[in-house]
Nanobody, 125 residues
Framework: QVQLVESGGGLVQAGGSLRLSCAAS????????MYWFRQAPGKEREFVAA????????SYADSVKGRFTISRDNAKNTVYLQMNSLKPEDTAVYYC??????????????????WGQGTQVTVSS
């Protein structure tokens, strides 16, 4: 079992930056592949980024590639999402997720069991 708590959301103008954090507790953090997903009003939850257990391998949705960076600090049990050049279409509730059972990245949110409560990101035009 792992508990996840996101923070760092807020209101920002288009072109601005935010850094989201997700603090994990419970089982050994370094054994989890960590994810960020997002859900905009009226839309399905979608994959944003993932980082493998060691932190050496990352994956991004095409819509955020080159603008967002996922990282982790295993000593602090925390995963981050640095978001730059934000656009109004990035507005959503952002969720982190954790997966210890698979050795590969899973972008389907329906296949994830451990979620945080989410943090709202609003980008104004």
């Amino acid at each position: 079992q792992v508990q996840l708590v996101e923070s760092g959301g807020g209101l920002v103008q288009a072109g601005g930056s935010l850094r989201l954090s997700c603090a994990a507790s419970g089982r050994t953090f370094s054994s989890y592949t960590m994810y960020w997903f997002r859900q905009a009003p009226g839309k399905e939850r979608e994959f944003v980024a993932a980082i493998r257990r060691s932190g050496g391998s990352t994956s991004y949705a095409d819509s955020v590639k080159g603008r967002f960076t996922i990282s982790r600090d295993n000593a602090k049990n925390t995963v981050y999402l640095q978001m730059n050049s934000l656009k109004p279409e990035d507005t959503a509730v952002y969720y982190c997720a954790a997966d210890a059972s698979r050795g590969f990245i899973v972008t389907n949110p329906a296949l994830h069991d451990y979620w945080g409560q989410g943090t709202q990101v609003t980008v104004s035009s």
